[in-house]
């Protein structure tokens, strides 16, 4: 969902399960570009059918936990694995700290989008721009260990 294809910020070009990085150069600002796209393409998802589902069912969590989860998984979670991906591959070319990968700091930035497509409606790629260089690229730059990497069933928050 929301990788690829159509949305107002055209085709982006980012899959689940595509190669990205771990050559030197793979992106020459680091991984402020693959990042500010994907999380275009999941602010697209959220405009989508599943992904518009997300707001009122996460008002409605604790009576539909199933199907909270199901949304979740179809448009957070795969968005969420390229992220881990980019920073993956940044970590290793030393573009990014070993915090980055960490469940809390990797999960900031789908949240950021899904609190700023809750607040307002659709969120301009521009809106989506300013989190990446604003709120994420200090975070993943870190020097610190930052939290603890590993799955997403170590936070206490769950999905």
């Known amino acids: 969902m929301g990788q ?3 949305g107002a910020r055209g085709h982006t070009g980012l899959r689940p399960g595509r190669a990205y990085g771990g050559r030197a150069g793979a992106w020459p600002d680091g991984p402020r570009p693959p990042a500010a796209r994907l999380l275009g393409a999941f602010a697209d998802a959220l405009d989508r059918p599943h992904g518009r589902a997300l707001r009122p069912l996460h ?3 604790a009576r539909h936990p199933e199907l909270y989860a199901e949304v979740y998984r179809r448009v ?3 968005h969420k694995g390229i992220l881990l991906g980019i920073l993956g591959a940044a970590v290793e070319r030393g573009e990014a700290g070993p915090g980055a990968l960490g469940v809390r700091t990797a999960a900031t930035a789908p949240r950021l989008v899904i609190a ?3 607040e307002h409606g659709t969120v301009p790629q521009g809106e989506v721009e300013a989190l ?3 709120a994420l690229m200090p975070l ?4 610190g260990r930052g939290n603890v990497p590993g799955r997403d069933d170590r936070s206490t928050m769950g999905p």
């Open 4 to 6: 690829g294809g159509g």
């Open 59 to 61: 008002a409605q969590r």
């Open 76 to 78: 957070v979670l795969p």
């Open 116 to 118: 700023a497509h809750m």
């Open 132 to 134: 990446v260089d604003e």
């Open 140 to 143: 993943f730059t870190a020097g």
